[in-house]
């Protein structure tokens, strides 16, 4: 590993105007962290990268390497030459260094902000302005934090240990408290969160309702949404022929996942052609190694209990999809992953007051993730809808400067505890052991 990082750092030509960090979402510094590993200052590096990006155990694994940093590496320009492949050497520079990290919290500036999700925005936003001395607890629906990274993005490609190791250095050791099991909107509102003292609220609540076809067929017991088979796919049985809808990121991770589940075939089906498939280059390469199958220029038209019905259609050179008439036939399937994308869960948004929101009931923001009500931010897929890792995290740290230029402008706080002076009631301290130590006693004695 060790050679193989060190092959990749010595290819960096050092430009004098980095593309690699203007390629990159938060302008990572990638020149610095290289020449810093092959200066033997690993912890520097380490550190620099942390420091500009909590989530970069995360990002190292997920990005989009090759339309971002990577992408934008001046090599590419070279007939013989590949791209740095900085992916590499983030994910070790990180993944070493993350293990000797373990100082405790910050001193605490008496202020208190809830961050609603424990996605990639609210992860950063959390640790960032715990840095700044803000005393955090996170809410989160389900009961492992994460969010798309733990329930979107399946183990092979994200395993479970780096967003474990992320909640021990980052949340527990820095007394970020969260709060699992906890739907903001539901029974505890906004407007409780205001009650309680917190005084600023990051909502960065992904999407969680999967978007639908609305065709014939789409509830039936051999269909599933991409969302809910990547939170948990050992829950469903699709057998042996799977047909995934959508050519994606998602899709493909539900195509490689199916087949870590035992089918024997996986096809995808995709509206338009093979110049318009959404997934990177990357997980459509992986996806095709695995063995899924792609069918492109196909219109559902409908979904059966042993496959779909599909129609041809034609992708002009413009991207636009017309559909060939008398072109319908029957695809046999076992089951079908619809994965066509997502949308904004409306709980939390129609249970508070005062938010606005966009036509597509996104929330809508200022550039620095404000709401249309005080002291509510909001950033992330509740903002932006489905977006890289990355992107939430550049998003986040323009959020997270905003909250604090915010808090800090507050009134200092009023003491209204009324019942400080109140008496504590206290009581001898029992346990069985002593009170069955106290019973034998008495009875030798007797």
């Known amino acids: 590993m060790a050679l193989h990082v060190l092959d990749e750092a010595n290819k960096c030509l050092g430009c004098k105007k980095p593309l690699c960090q203007e390629g990159c979402p938060i302008h990572t510094n990638i020149p610095e962290a290289i020449r810093l590993l092959k200066a033997g200052r690993l912890d520097d590096a380490g550190r ?38 900085f992916s590499v ?6 993944t070493t260094f993350a293990n000797k990290m373990v100082m405790g919290p910050a001193p605490k500036n008496g202020r208190k902000v809830a961050i609603v999700g424990s996605g990639p925005a ?40 780096i967003l474990d190791d992320f909640q021990y250095r980052h949340l527990e050791l820095k007394d970020i408290k969260v709060r699992t099991h906890t739907t903001i909107g539901r029974t505890i509102t906004v407007d409780d969160l205001f009650r309680d003292g917190y005084d600023s609220v990051f909502i960065g609540a992904g999407l969680r309702k999967p978007s639908a076809m609305h065709i014939k067929g789409e509830s039936l017991g051999n269909v599933v949404f991409a969302i809910d088979y990547l939170g948990n796919s050992k829950a469903f049985r699709l057998g042996e022929n799977v047909a995934v809808i959508g050519v994606g990121n998602s899709a493909m991770d539900c195509a490689r996942t199916a087949i870590r589940n035992g089918a024997r075939s996986v096809v995808c089906y995709s509206r338009s052609d093979s110049n318009h498939v959404q997934a990177s280059k990357y997980e459509y390469s992986y996806a095709m190694m695995e063995g899924v199958d792609f069918r492109f220029n196909k219109i ?21 999809v017309t559909a060939v008439e008398n ?81 800090k402008s507050l009134p200092p706080k009023e003491d209204d505890d009324k019942y400080k002076d ?10 069985a052991f002593s009170e069955q130590r106290i019973l034998m006693e008495s009875r030798v004695d007797e």
Not at 54 to 61: E, G, M
Not at 300 to 320: A, F
Not at 422 to 431: A, L, Q
């Open 48 to 85: 620099m990268l942390f420091e500009n990006n909590p989530l970069t155990t995360v990002c190292s694994i997920v990005c989009n390497h090759e339309r971002q940093c990577e992408g934008h590496c001046i090599r590419n320009k070279m007939k013989t030459h590949d791209p740095v492949h």
């Open 89 to 94: 050497i983030e994910d070790y520079i990180s």
């Open 122 to 161: 609210g992860l950063t936003i959390a640790v960032l302005l715990a840095r700044w001395g803000y005393d955090i607890t996170i809410f989160e629906a389900r009961d492992q934090i994460g969010g798309v990274m733990r329930y979107g993005i399946p183990s092979f490609r994200l395993p479970d240990r």
């Open 300 to 320: 559902p038209l409908e979904i059966r209990e042993n496959g779909m019905v599909m129609m041809d259609s034609i992708t002009s050179e413009d991207g636009t």
């Open 327 to 407: 072109s319908e036939m029957f695809y046999p399937h076992t089951g079908v992953i619809v994965a066509i994308g997502q949308a904004a869960e409306s709980t939390l948004i129609k249970t508070t007051d005062g938010l606005d929101t966009t036509g597509s009931g996104l929330l809508s923001v200022d550039s620095n993730g404000k709401t249309s009500r005080a002291g509510v931010y909001a950033g992330g897929d509740a903002v932006n809808g489905a977006r890289t890792v990355v992107e939430a995290v550049a998003m986040a740290k323009r959020v997270a400067v905003s909250m604090d230029e915010y808090m």
């Open 422 to 431: 109140i008496p504590v009631f206290s009581e001898p301290m029992t346990d």
